[in-house]
């Protein structure tokens, strides 16, 4: 039976853990002091061999993406921290940060020191002023205490970190978009290549890497590599936040080896709201292709959950059960696609138009014949045809949606969803149902 | 010249310079010189524009486009408090939408606008990151947990009546638009120290975990602290640990490929076979969305 592994987690219920004194209990900047005894590139080494892989939902190695940095040509480089968390589910980086976001500020000098960097970034979103303010402590706190400055513990290593809020765009939670959007222009993604490696924050080179992912790292440096490798899988290695929310008896956080599966996270959880069962969900976020109760057994990590027709994405498992109508919750997805496409690539900022269109008929029950066929047309046209991921991502609800589920769609052509799925039942708490309106799930237009 | 006052104009200027000291390059401080003019003025005016241009040698075209851009950035007066009530899908679905047609009734007014008084906007919200708290409702950026229509009209309701009102997860109380506005330019109010940690669901795994006895491999290698699992029926750490390696210890997973066994055949094959992968998923454009 599988078993939860607290490592980011673990000082969460301690009294005070985001302060200094109450992570430097638990050990904190230890494994700052080991690495600035280290060469740097045994470090970088350290990390590939650990297997840890971003945590942002890509999965790209990190101590490869590390790698990739050419040659020091003596100008700057650059650490950029993606704390934009904004995937819709996914809330396992914000609860970090405001628990514990010491654990990242270490992360970022003993990354800095491993590439190279004297100025480092975390860039958070601006819709959780506590969490920047926590940061923002921290980092001054750090610097008080000499994990950061001048001449980091006698080093000789300086590092300068400054923590920028965002101002509301989920598009700059793409790493091309948020660099553009951390030298002050609008967030919109950049062609690649060049990557960030190579020409990133002012054209330098960049490593962008996400909270979690670098949050990892001081463990990872105290432990070993062989410590990160003994959980998970063999592609998959290590512990990684599960976001459980929803119709689950129990939601929140739980840490766990990459490759636990929803059967058994949800059996910790006390399973699906009580009276009722597993309908659909999500394995990372809205972004990646739903799941069924058919696909409970599969095992969460990158590899398997890629083979299942989905991807792990930030483990963000929202659960819905048999309440939920599946083309409201698409509806809905399909209107926050529409609504953060920034503009840049035509397939994206038309084709999300036009999918909001057609969904939001199908789901007051006016669909027209050929609907499903036009947003499997639509979808078509932007997977693969936009610069960034956000046009995937808004494809994949509908597809898989409308794989599994191709009957409630066909019923939007002549009943609204409010009628076959009243949106009462799915509520947390009862109340007396409207008969129009906003509480039947319709957003205008 | 701005259209603000002399001694306004020096206190923000004042203000701008620490903001674009923290930056390599001079325009990086755009969107907290933003924050800032919003925390003076309760939106983004034309004297906010003409100030961020002229303190960052741009033009007030080029401001403006960035300030149009970013959903936190008012283009209009501002209440004193933005409710924010989540419904994107898992919210709205978990009584959001109730919750925000609730308000609105309340209040008497829709999406992004303001009631006379001048004291609440009322916005949908999108994803916040607390879905596992979910209904969600933010006041200023502030989290209100697992929200219903009462909760919300309750606090909504002490807003109208010129009350602080407290969030779940943050602050002691909500500060003003223009207050959080400073906080967001990067000027600390001294307030971290307040509120929790954590709430419940945030620390249900670990709660979980500890009435198991359940660990992650210890750090030091000793392995001491390697979790059992207890057997159906059994208590909870009521048995002899596994030592490393062994049957049920944290190293007990089965050898699948030659890397299992020997670490040293760990090489650039796999490397690439991961570096190809990803390249691949990145051109057909399967990546996800760092979030």
Not at chain 1, 12 to 29: I, Q, R
Not at chain 1, 219 to 224: D, F, H, L, S
Not at chain 1, 225 to 233: H, R
Not at chain 1, 335 to 352: I, L, N, Q, V
Request: aromatic share 8%; with cysteine.
């Amino acid at each position: 039976m599988a078993q939860l592994t607290p490592v980011l987690t673990a000082n969460w219920g301690d009294d005070k853990p985001w302060t200094l004194e109450g992570y430097t209990a638990s050990g904190g900047y230890a494994a700052l002091r080991q690495s600035l005894g280290m060469d740097a590139g045994d470090l970088v080494s350290m990390v590939k061999a650990s297997g840890l892989r971003g945590r942002g939902g890509a999965g790209f190695p990190t101590g490869m993406k590390w790698g990739f940095l050419p040659a020091p040509d003596g100008g700057p480089r650059y650490l950029v921290v993606n704390a934009d968390e904004s995937e819709p589910g996914t809330c396992k980086d914000i609860p970090l940060m405001l628990a514990n976001p010491h654990v990242l500020v270490e992360g970022v000098a003993i990354t800095s020191y491993a590439i190279g960097c004297h100025h480092a970034f975390i860039y958070v979103r601006g819709e959780v002023v506590h969490v920047y303010r926590r940061l923002l402590k921290a980092v001054a706190d750090a610097y008080a205490a000499g994990h950061l400055g001048k001449n980091i513990h006698g080093s000789g290593f300086d590092l300068d970190v400054t923590v920028h809020a965002g101002a509301g765009a989920y598009i700059c939670g793409e790493e091309t978009a948020l660099l553009d959007s951390l030298e002050g222009r609008r967030g919109q993604p950049r062609l690649k290549p060049p990557f960030p490696a190579v020409a990133g924050l002012y054209a330098r080179p960049t490593v962008v890497n996400n909270v979690e992912s670098i949050a990892s790292v001081p463990a990872i440096v105290t432990g070993g590599a062989d410590w990160f490798t003994s959980m998970g899988t063999e592609k998959s290695a290590g512990h990684g936040i599960f976001s459980l929310s929803g119709h689950v008896t129990r939601p929140g956080q739980y840490e766990a080896p990459l490759g636990i599966t929803l059967r058994e996270l949800l059996e910790m959880a006390g399973g699906v709201r009580e009276g009722h069962e597993l309908k659909f969900w999500t394995p990372g976020g809205s972004s990646t292709p739903i799941f069924t109760a058919e696909h409970l057994d599969v095992p969460l990590d990158y590899e398997s959950v890629g083979a299942a027709g989905s991807m792990l994405g930030t483990r963000a498992l929202q659960i819905f059960d048999e309440t939920t109508s599946v083309v409201r919750a698409v509806a809905r997805w399909t209107d926050f696609y529409a609504h953060e496409s920034c503009g840049k690539c035509t397939p994206c900022r038309e084709g999300t138009y036009w999918l909001k269109q057609v969904l939001h008929r199908l789901e007051a029950g006016d669909g027209e014949e050929g609907d499903i066929d036009t947003l499997l047309d639509v979808c078509d046209n932007i997977l693969g045809r936009a610069f960034c991921a956000l046009g995937d991502g808004a494809t994949s609800p509908i597809t898989s949606a409308i794989k599994y589920f191709r009957e409630e769609f066909e019923a939007g052509m002549h009943t609204p969803a409010s009628e076959l799925f009243p949106p009462n039942r799915s509520a947390l708490f009862d109340y007396t149902p409207r008969r129009t309106g906003a509480a039947a799930g319709v957003v205008p237009a | 010249m701005s259209g603000f006052t002399a001694d306004v104009r020096t206190r923000l200027d004042d203000d701008a310079a620490q903001i674009v000291a923290r930056y390599p390059e001079a325009r990086s401080a755009l969107l907290p010189l933003l924050h800032l003019v919003q925390s003076e003025e309760g939106f983004i005016s034309r004297n906010g524009i003409e100030f961020c241009a002229q303190t960052l040698g741009l033009s007030t075209a080029d401001v403006s486009a960035v300030a149009t851009f970013y959903s936190q950035y008012k283009r209009r007066p501002n209440g004193e408090y933005t409710v924010g009530v989540c419904t994107n899908t898992l919210c709205a679905i978990m009584g959001g939408d109730e919750i925000f047609a609730t308000l609105a009734e309340r209040l008497g007014v829709g999406h992004d606008e303001t009631t006379p008084d001048g004291t609440i906007t009322l916005e949908r919200i999108e994803c916040n990151a607390a879905c596992d708290y979910a209904p969600v409702m933010m006041i200023n950026w502030e989290f209100f947990d697992n929200q219903t229509p009462e909760s919300a009209s309750d606090v909504v309701d002490r807003l109208l009546a010129g009350e602080k009102v407290g969030p779940s997860r943050g602050a002691n109380d909500v500060a003003s638009f223009k207050q959080v506005s400073r906080v967001l330019a990067g000027f600390d109010d001294g307030r971290a120290d307040e509120g929790v940690a954590a709430g419940a669901p945030s620390l249900v795994g670990l709660e979980i975990a500890k009435e198991h006895g359940w660990k992650a491999p210890s750090l030091d290698g000793s392995d001491d602290a390697a979790a059992t699992t207890p057997e159906p029926g059994g208590t909870p750490g009521d048995q002899a640990e596994p030592d490393t390696g062994e049957e049920q210890s944290s190293a007990d997973r089965q050898p699948t490929t030659p890397q299992d066994t020997d670490p040293t055949t760990k090489t650039s094959a796999d490397k690439t076979s991961a570096e190809t992968k990803d390249d691949a998923a990145g051109a057909s454009g399967e990546g996800t969305k760092e979030s």
